[in-house]
């Protein structure tokens, strides 16, 4: 069975970065561990009434750091094929 | 474009968000987990026990057979599992207070036995479900709710090192490993070696994870990365400590 989540997606040109507000908790592990730093507090808030977090999408490599570390399965990360 | 949670499929996606708070180190661990199991294909045969404290918040995050019991007898409770059935893989799964202080007994005897099972512990320094009292784990110096002006190591003594004790009293076959949470490829790989440690039929396999508490520690993102990253692994040194694979002396 699925259950369909909100998402908040943005489109760069490395890839796709999309972030499910239903599961982000905002602990900000992501923030922290992303390589450009790249990532801020977004206005959009989370399942706990925190914020969630945005790119900024012409600094995401797409490296998908943030997916690997979220507890929460919160982030999906797609690369662009070349 | 993705639009679906890249979760684990053996993950019960009813249950998500789950319980624990937000930074919490289980989150990670179970993923990791979540992903072995997808990748051995045992959902179907995985009994799952998970213990009292924080632990038990896990009793409904898999779409795998689960029990909850108390004070680190998810071991025996595993153990008899095991040994009624030994087709099924047996995960007892625990923080640090209810394997090394009030389940202690049972880690240390299954471990003696050379039991057949799979036991995770997840180690964050403190007891976090009440509030972040200090553990057998907490570090020197380390300041909890029943420590407030650092544990004093010249009273209460040093902390727990579960991986060593356990490497020290099993025989061959058995797999112990410290993995972090700071290094979940590395911690990945533990856990699947673990498992198909006890698939082969071995020995007790034992995967220590160092995990996150912001909540109890009081720290922020940075903080927490900081903590784990570089303070725990000071004490407590990550890598594999006892793997039948490789033989002494090599």
């Known amino acids: 069975m699925s259950v369909a989540y909100k998402v908040f997606s943005y489109e760069g040109e490395k890839g796709s970065w999309s972030v499910f507000p239903g599961l982000c908790k905002g602990c900000g592990l992501c923030k922290e561990k992303c390589p450009k730093k790249c990532l801020s507090w977004s206005l959009n808030l989370g399942v706990y009434g925190t914020p969630t977090v945005e790119p900024d999408m012409d600094e995401c490599t797409a490296c998908g750091i943030c997916q690997t570390v979220c507890p929460d399965c919160a982030i999906a990360v797609v690369k662009k094929k070349k | 474009m993705t639009t679906v949670p890249q979760m684990p499929k053996s993950w019960r996606l009813e249950s ?88 202690s007994q049972h880690l240390v005897n299954a471990a003696a036995r050379n039991e057949r099972i799979t036991a995770i512990l997840v180690n964050n320094c403190n007891y976090a479900m009440t509030g972040g ?50 290094n979940l490829k590395q911690l990945k790989s533990y856990l699947k070696k673990a498992l198909e440690n006890q698939m082969a039929g071995n020995g007790f396999s034992f995967v220590e994870a160092l995990s996150t508490c912001p909540t109890n520690w009081r720290t922020n993102a940075k903080d927490t ?20 694979a490789v033989k002494e002396g090599e």
């Open chain 2, 133 to 182: 009292q200090m553990a057998p784990t907490t570090l020197p110096g380390m300041k909890t709710e029943t420590t407030p002006y650092g544990r004093d190591v010249e009273q209460t003594g040093y902390p727990t090192q579960g991986p060593e004790m356990v490497a020290a009293i099993t025989r061959e076959g058995a797999y112990v490993a410290r993995g972090t949470i700071a």
């Open chain 2, 16 to 103: 998500k968000p789950h319980k624990f708070c937000p930074g919490c180190g289980h989150g990670l661990v179970l993923k990791a987990l979540g992903e072995v199991i997808d990748e051995l294909g045992i959902q179907d045969r995985v009994a799952f026990g998970c213990d009292i404290g924080c632990s038990l918040l896990a009793w409904d995050f898999f779409n795998v057979d689960t029990v909850q019991t108390h004070h680190g007898r998810t071991t025996p409770v595993m153990t008899g599992l095991k040994r009624a059935n030994p087709d099924i893989v047996c995960i007892a799964y625990m923080g640090d207070g209810g394997g090394y202080a009030i389940g």
């Open chain 2, 225 to 244: 990365w900081a903590f784990v990253e570089k303070e725990m692994p000071k004490y407590f040194k990550v890598g594999e400590i006892k793997n039948p």
